[in-house]
């Protein structure tokens, strides 16, 4: 307890009245309620203290989850902007889908308009298949009657070619007769007539005639093949006309050379002009050959060579449909 002093005046004398007393009782008290709160300001500095040690440690705590709550909000604002932007991109698809969807309409509408045009172009292409279709059917059969009517002029042609194969073969025998002929009437030309006078020279025309033209192509005697067609309704166009000389006698064989001498024994000298005269008909070139022929006549076996053949036999001339000219011995 702390000490205690009396109080004295202002002249140094001691307060000893009760009023002095009273007031040391009040200071009294003054000081030991003064002791009490100094002991309890200790007491709440120390539940202070402890109270700002748990509330230092809860606002650490309280720190620690601001700093949280802020990281979580950061996420959060961070997670509201991707939002915002997916937001946004959605916003942005669905625009260009509209405006894809509004073209596809109209590109519907426009396929639909081509469909109802091409859907008309298919039923006119189909109408004119159809007609197509009956056109070459017409034209299969007219291609069928031309092939037909190509095989019966092919068959047509062959014979034709045959007939005319045919032809070459009578006109290489026709050349070569008329070839033989040419060099008998150049053996008959070369030899000089033997003598006596001209009436002896001269033969009967009906008993022997040689005509010969070889200055005359034998083109003549063929047709052509621009007239092939009428030649082939023609059954035969080539003949042969043939002269029956029945069973030649012996009497048959001496009365000839008998009229052949008998006439070149009788005819003048002048025979030239009076066969021209005779046988106008006749060529004039052709016309010095009888001569020769009639001295030939009087060789010892000519007229054997000539008139041997012919008995018993058939002779053959030949001859063209359509032509005078022949070759007649």
Not at 26 to 41: P, Q, R, T, V, W
Not at 269 to 280: C, P
Not at 284 to 312: H, M, Q, T, W
Request: net charge positive; with cysteine; hydrophobic share 30%.
């Amino acid at each position: 307890m702390t000490n205690v002093y009396t109080l004295q005046n202002i002249k140094g004398h001691r307060l000893g009245s009760i009023r002095e007393e009273e007031l040391e009782k009040k200071l009294y008290n003054a000081i030991k309620s003064k002791a009490e709160i100094n002991k309890l300001s200790e007491k709440l500095q120390d539940k202070y203290i402890k109270q700002m040690k748990v509330f230092d440690w809860e606002r650490k705590g309280w720190s620690q989850d601001s700093l949280r709550n802020n990281t979580e909000i950061q996420k959060l604002h961070t997670h509201a902007l991707q939002v915002i932007n997916e937001y946004k991109k959605l916003q942005n698809k669905n625009t260009n889908l509209i405006s894809h969807n509004a073209q596809k309409d109209i590109s519907i509408a426009e396929s639909k308009a081509e469909n109802i045009t091409n859907s008309k172009k298919i039923r006119s292409l189909e109408s004119m298949i159809k007609i197509l279709e009956d056109k070459l059917s017409s034209a299969q059969k007219d291609v069928i009657s031309i092939q037909n009517d190509i095989s019966k002029k092919e068959s047509e042609n062959l014979s034709l070619k045959s007939k005319i194969a045919e032809l070459e073969n009578i006109k290489s025998e026709l050349e070569s007769k008329v070839n033989e002929l040419q060099y008998l009437k150049s053996e008959v030309i070369s030899k000089p007539i033997i003598g006596g006078d001209d009436e002896k020279n001269m033969i009967k025309s009906n008993d022997i005639s040689v005509v010969i033209e070889p200055s005359k192509s034998l083109r003549q005697y063929f047709i052509s093949r621009k007239s092939m067609d009428q030649a082939g309704k023609i059954d035969n166009d080539i003949s042969t006309q043939t002269v029956i000389f029945d069973n030649c006698s012996a009497n048959d064989e001496n009365t000839e050379p008998s009229k052949v001498n008998t006439e070149i024994n009788s005819k003048p000298k002048n025979y030239n002009s009076s066969l021209i005269e005779s046988h106008s008909q006749i060529p004039i070139g052709e016309i010095g050959a009888i001569p020769a022929v009639a001295s030939r006549l009087e060789e010892p076996g000519f007229k054997e060579s000539l008139y041997g053949p012919l008995c018993n036999k058939k002779v053959i001339g030949y001859g063209i449909h359509g032509s005078n000219n022949r070759l007649s011995i």
